[in-house]
C-alpha cells in the first residue's frame, strides 16, 4: 500500500498542474491575447481570440470583440480567482507566454490581440 501510495504522489507531482509554483503577480499585470486552447498541454489547439487585461488594482477586462466583460480578481497561490469570469488556474507564465488552465488549457500571448 505504502509503494502505490508512493507511485501515486510522484505522479501527481509530475502533472503540470501540480508544477507551477507561486508566481510573481507582476508577471501577470499586463494584457494577454487569448490565442488558443486544448484539452492537454500538447493537445491540437483550437483557435481563440480574445484580450484579457490584468491589472494591478485586481481588475480584470475581458475582450472578444462582440463581448466585454470587467470584475475583480484575487489572487490565491496557484489561483486567480475573478467575479463572475471564473476561476483559472496558472500552469506558467514565462517571459511573453502564460499557460491558465480552465476547463481546458488556456494560451495566451502578451498584448492585445489584433
Excluded at 477586462?61 to 470587467?70: C, I
Amino acid at each position: 500500500m505504502k509503494l502505490r501510495t508512493i507511485i501515486v504522489a510522484t505522479m501527481l507531482a509530475a502533472s503540470p498542474l501540480s508544477q507551477a509554483n507561486d508566481f510573481d503577480p507582476e508577471n501577470l499585470y499586463a494584457t494577454w491575447c487569448l490565442t488558443g486552447m486544448a484539452q492537454t498541454l500538447d493537445g491540437t489547439r483550437a483557435p481563440d481570440k480574445a484580450t484579457y487585461t490584468f491589472t494591478r488594482d485586481h481588475r480584470l477586462q475581458y475582450d472578444a470583440g462582440f463581448f466585454k466583460q470587467e470584475g475583480k480578481f484575487s489572487i490565491e497561490g496557484n489561483k486567480i480567482k475573478t467575479s463572475g469570469l471564473g476561476n483559472y488556474h496558472v500552469v506558467s507564465i514565462k517571459g511573453f507566454d502564460m499557460v491558465l488552465n480552465y476547463g481546458g488549457f488556456m494560451f495566451f500571448t502578451k498584448g492585445a490581440c489584433n
